[in-house]
């Protein structure tokens, strides 16, 4: 086992073994992880055509920095939905850090992006407060 695999949890259990003992998550978890599949796509959206293949993370565990493309990022995310949990993934072969961002750049940049379009709408028609969805 290599600090990839600690860092996403435990090895997941091929043997057919009940998984059932672990807890849901709460509707708080739930909501948070439905925000992030939400910002996710969003931030896939903005960034992929411009060259940026997904999102590295900071792993508290090993730290070190795991570089986590777009599709398994959402894999993730939704295994942690369905499951309460992700299992283990393989890291991307020799990535380039410079293909992947943080989630506070991604979530910046989105921001950015957003409020451009605000200040382009013409007078009078503004649908966005140009808040962050965190922020509600």
Known sequence: M???????????????????????LTL???AGV????????????LLEPTGVKGI?????DCEEEHHVDWALMQANLRQL?????????????D??????????YASGYADGVAAMAEREEP??????????ARDD
């Open 56 to 60: 590295v993370v900071d792993c508290p």
């Open 34 to 45: 439905l925000d992030d599949l939400a910002e996710l796509e969003v931030f896939r959206t």
């Open 81 to 93: 939905l369905d499951e309460g949990q992700t299992g283990r993934h393989e890291p991307p072969f």
């Open 123 to 132: 007078s009078g028609q503004h649908g966005s407060t140009g808040r962050h």
């Open 28 to 30: 708080e978890e739930r």
């Open 2 to 24: 290599d600090a990839w695999d600690d860092a996403l949890g435990p090895e997941p259990d091929f043997d057919g073994g009940d998984r059932s003992e672990l807890p849901p």
């Open 95 to 104: 990535p380039d850090p410079d293909d992947y961002v943080s989630w506070d």
